[in-house]
């Protein structure tokens, strides 16, 4: 298992930029698939972006394609995720989370407790 601890988020005016931050402890982290989710209230939860364990390019979701980049380090053992020209609309609790699945929209079983970001207008 792994275990996941989300930091970064915080208040920032509208176009903003932002880094959110993920750290794994527990099970071998390059062997996750690693991924991003955003929920805001009253909608449900949004892939926002993710990286497979076998390599190749990130995966964004279609609401931050081109506004985001996640990247990560399987020596540091966290996934990042860059955010910027963010809009009031971004705001949401940001989670990480990793699955141990090939594809980044695969299930994701193991997930942080989030970290919150509003962006102000």
């Known amino acids: 298992q792994v275990q996941l601890v989300e930091s970064g988020g915080g208040l920032v005016q509208a176009g903003d930029s932002l880094r959110l931050s993920c750290a794994a402890s527990g099970d071998i982290f390059s062997t996750y698939t690693m991924g991003w989710f955003r929920q805001a209230p009253g909608k449900e939860r949004e892939f926002v972006a993710g990286i497979s364990y076998t390599g190749g390019w990130p995966i964004y979701g279609d609401s931050v394609k081109g506004r985001v980049t996640m990247t990560r380090d399987n020596v540091e053992r966290k996934a990042y995720l860059q955010m910027s020209s963010l809009r009031p609309e971004d705001t949401a609790v940001y989670y990480c989370?990793?699955?141990?699945?090939?594809?980044?929209?695969?299930?994701?079983?193991?997930w942080g407790q989030g970290t919150q970001v509003t962006v102000s207008s």
């Open positions: 989370a990793a699955s141990t699945d090939t594809s980044t929209r695969g299930v994701y079983g193991f």
